[in-house]
């Protein structure tokens, strides 16, 4: 069995940008990590360090030591704090709408905040694809539905809905359905301009009927080609 890391490398797990992976560290503690297949060193300059997707899962599954930092803008070297939720933890969280979004903040802040993780995310794209591509979702994405759609949405200026059952704007919400979500609008016009985002995005979604309470909604999942 793997030995677990040590305290140090388990700080800077913690510390990766919750969006690229991005790592921070002395060079042997990022030797240490790549040597047990948790981070992997790119290969073009600047020659940054990422997690892979079992640094992903390690970081997820078990609860961090330290506050992780505020998240690296990838390429650039300046980060900001994020707002909205999870922003006292120091972990950006894209907006899925309703009341699961328990903090509701606004303005150049938050536009900068997801600007800045949109773009590392198109960078992670580029990186972990094996073509290189960015024009469609990568395992991250994958691995996180609901937050990665939600983020196309909320990046392309959507509106998420607030936290009452009534109000307009988009929800992502979580589906049974194996590397999908499903996506709601009181609006058609909104679904219909969500489908486009998501399209653009690299997603596939279509729209969909529920047979009882006839309420129209998108089914979207990440395109592989």
């Not at 002395?26 to 997690?51: I, M, N, S, W, Y």
């Not at 999908?180 to 979604?205: I, P």
Request: with cysteine; proline share 12%.
């Amino acid at each position: 069995m793997t030995r677990p890391p040590t305290a140090a490398q388990r700080q800077v797990i913690d510390a990766a940008d919750p969006v690229t992976g991005r790592l921070r560290g002395t060079e042997p503690q990022l030797a240490a990590l790549v040597k047990r297949g948790l981070a992997f060193r790119h290969p073009r300059p600047p020659h940054d360090h990422f997690l892979t997707p079992a640094g992903h899962r390690l970081r997820a599954t078990t609860p961090p030591t330290t506050a992780p930092a505020a998240p690296a803008t990838a390429p650039a070297e300046h980060a900001h704090r994020p707002t909205g939720p999870a922003a006292d933890s120091g972990v950006f969280a894209a907006r899925v709408g309703g009341p699961e979004d328990t903090e509701v903040a606004s303005g150049p802040d938050r536009a900068r905040d997801v600007h800045t993780a949109w773009q590392g995310l198109l960078e992670l794209r580029r990186m972990t694809n094996p073509d290189g591509s960015a024009d469609r979702p990568c395992g991250w994405e994958r691995a996180h539905l609901v937050r990665a759609a939600a983020l196309a949405l909320e990046a392309a200026g959507h509106r998420p809905a607030g936290p009452e059952p009534d109000t307009d704007g988009y929800r992502v919400r979580a589906t049974p359905q194996p590397e999908a979500v499903g996506v709601y609008a009181r609006d058609a016009e909104l679904l219909r301009a969500c489908a486009a985002t998501l399209e653009r995005a690299g997603w596939q979604a279509g729209e969909y009927t529920r047979p009882r309470t006839r309420e129209r909604y998108l089914l979207a999942s990440p395109r592989r080609v």
